[in-house]
């Protein structure tokens, strides 16, 4: 029998859920500066198409800042240099290292 794929598959990213000792605070964080919009209490927000990676990486990777770090968020945006000089001009720490791809 040959595989055809999944009768059913993930269509996009539902949700990305962690835990903070401030939520309120976050939530308003990410509005603020980067215009994730909460939409409701449970911060529902609609998003441009556009492709979206799902990748798990092994427990010991190097890919992320520190060992201790248990997930990543990428986002997509329109102008990256333009979103850097907004935050730097409302007084955000900008680390150096940063990828535009």
């Known amino acids: 029998m040959v ?32 215009g994730v919009s909460r939409g409701s209490e449970h911060g529902v927000c609609e998003q441009e198409a556009g492709p979206t990676m799902f ?12 060992m201790d770090q248990a997930f990543m968020l990428n986002f997509r945006i329109d102008d990256l240099d333009g979103m850097l000089e907004q935050f730097v001009a409302s007084g955000v720490k900008i680390d150096p290292k940063h990828e535009d791809s």
Do not use: H, M, Q
């Open 55 to 66: 990748a798990p990486f092994p427990a010991d990777t190097d890919c992320f800042d520190r």
């Open 3 to 34: 595989n055809e794929g999944p009768r059913f598959k993930v269509s996009g990213i539902g949700g990305v859920f962690f835990r903070t000792n401030d939520p309120e605070r976050l939530a308003l964080r990410y509005e603020e500066k980067l």
